[in-house]
């Protein structure tokens, strides 16, 4: 006969229950282990590790997180492999999702993919489910129905634990160094602060930019890479863009920054905004971001080197082509832009203010997707301010009307040059006019008109009306309408702009721009 449970039966029972519910919720808090961390169970505990070519950001608080190793940073195109690391899955920054797929077409596809860092594979999903992740990878955690596999480069896998060694004997060099350096430090005081303090400041940055995976280029490589900088792809506000070559087989584009002979403080501004710039884009990985491979900063020659975009800018396409560019993939052009803005402003690592969101800055490849480029002119928020005051930016048209009246600018200006832009992709015309009627000139004008009198289809009667459809062009310039609202806070934030164009939102009928209350 079976004992009854008597209280203290309960109680036990009790205990255990609760400690399997505070085991499972060990790695359930966000951001445990830090950005691309792991967290694993180690019996009545969890703890930080990290992937297969990663190291701990400070190895004395795993929970910081882990940073790539050198040696897997610019190796695009180089032999690597797919190492499994068991069933873990991280949250977010997924970029495409194949479905169905085998395991090993899943890391074949990762190997073949630039951009991914981290294949994930579902075997829960019918057919297979992989996931292409792109840095940085958050909240690492155990899965069991996911298989997780981490891009490791040849260079990584081969190293021999006698490099590594040798590798240790830097820091006993420096600490040798600078025990000398003290013993001295009365007679080289001087040579130190005037002349290698700025210097130091310089690699400290430079160091910055490095960790990002961007490559220092020489003044030499880059001459070799365009021939002489024979073919000219372009030119911006600031400077020049040219076709070039790299040793792996890549094309590029170089952007060729003009010189400018400043003094005092306006040289360090220069040399700053140059620096952000780098960190900038550097740190900044999304689909719809052109992708900067690398810089050249010797001497008085400043170069960005970036991705090569085969089809050129949009204000290429739309305003000097001979024909239009079909509705559909016009749709999908604003979309992934407003995807690339709405990235820059909610998720990356700083908020950035883009500030010349406008035709000519966004680059198609050959597939006709959009992304953005030049961050040359961004402005960074930190993560606790929401705007900033500063000089005015960006081009005159897709200008919003806080920048002229000195007031708080924010990302709604962001927010206005992009509604100006869907205006101008809807209609295939610039935003203003003048070999049109009166009424036409401006265009949100004549949108909202347009809109009114129940007749968008004058927008786009000029073009090919077949492919168009009627709802989603009432859509786009209900949104084009919103965003180019002169009262910044009726203009929506783009995580608003991406649902009402995606269609997942209700819109309401805009004000007319420039007369709302």
């Not at 690398?294 to 080197?305: A, D, P, T, Y």
């Amino acid at each position: 006969m079976a004992a009854s449970l008597t209280p203290l039966h309960l109680l036990c029972f009790t205990y255990l229950l609760a400690l399997k519910v505070v085991m499972a919720s060990l790695c359930e808090k966000f951001g445990e282990c830090g950005l691309n961390g792991i967290c694993k169970l180690n019996g009545d505990s969890s703890i930080c590790s990290c992937p297969p070519g990663f190291h701990y950001v400070d190895a004395k608080n795993t929970s910081k997180g882990c940073s790539q190793d050198a040696q897997q940073l610019n190796k695009c195109g180089a032999t690597a492999e797919m190492r499994s690391i068991g069933h873990f899955d991280w949250s977010g920054n997924d970029y495409e999702n194949i479905n169905p797929i085998d395991e090993a077409a899943c890391k074949q596809a990762c190997l073949n993919d630039c951009f991914c860092t981290v294949a994930t594979y579902d075997v829960s999903q019918s057919g297979g489910k992989c996931l292409k992740k792109a840095l940085p990878l958050r909240d690492g955690r155990a899965n069991s129905n996911i298989s997780a596999f981490v891009k490791v480069y040849q260079e990584f896998v081969s190293l021999k634990p006698g490099k590594e060694r040798k590798g240790m004997l830097l820091p006993a060099v420096t600490i040798s160094l600078a025990v000398f350096c003290f013993a001295v430090a009365a007679i080289t005081f001087v040579i130190w602060f005037c002349v290698w303090r700025p210097k130091l400041r310089f690699l400290q940055e430079a160091h910055k930019i490095n960790s990002e995976g961007l490559k220092a280029f020489t003044y030499c490589e880059i001459e070799r890479a365009t021939q002489g900088f024979k073919e000219e792809l372009g030119r911006g506000a600031f400077g020049r863009v040219y076709k070039g070559l790299l040793p792996d087989g890549r094309a590029v584009a170089v952007k060729k920054l003009d010189k400018q002979v400043r003094q005092g403080e306006e040289a360090h501004v220069c040399e700053k905004e140059f620096r952000t710039e780098m960190i900038t884009i550097g740190s900044s990985h999304h689909k719809n971001l052109v992708q900067l491979y690398g810089f050249c900063n010797q001497g008085s020659n400043r170069i960005l080197v970036y991705e090569c975009m085969p089809n050129g800018s949009l204000d290429r396409v739309l305003f000097h082509g001979t024909t239009h560019l079909d509705w559909e993939v016009r749709a999908n052009i604003a979309l992934g832009t407003a995807r690339g803005i709405l990235y820059l402003h909610d998720e990356c690592r700083s908020q950035i203010l883009h500030c010349d969101i406008k035709p000519q800055n966004i680059l198609l490849d050959e597939s006709y997707n959009a992304k953005l480029s030049d961050f040359g002119i961004a402005k960074l928020v930190g993560t606790e301010q929401t705007w900033t005051f500063t000089a005015a930016r960006g081009t005159i048209g897709y200008m919003a009307p806080e920048w002229q009246r000195g007031m708080a600018v924010t990302v709604k200006v962001d927010v206005y040059s992009f509604g100006v832009m869907l205006l101008e992709i809807i209609c295939c015309r610039k935003m203003a006019k003048v070999d049109v009627p009166e009424n036409e000139k401006v265009l949100s004008d004549w949108a909202y008109h347009c809109l009114k009198d129940g007749r968008l289809v004058k927008l786009v009667e000029q073009q090919d009306t077949s492919g168009i459809n009627p709802i989603q062009l009432e859509r786009m310039v209900f949104v084009g309408l919103w965003c180019v609202q002169d009262d910044p806070s009726l203009r929506p934030f783009m995580k608003r702009v991406v649902q009402m164009l995606e269609g997942t939102v209700e819109i309401p009928v805009p004000p007319r721009p420039g007369f709302s209350s």
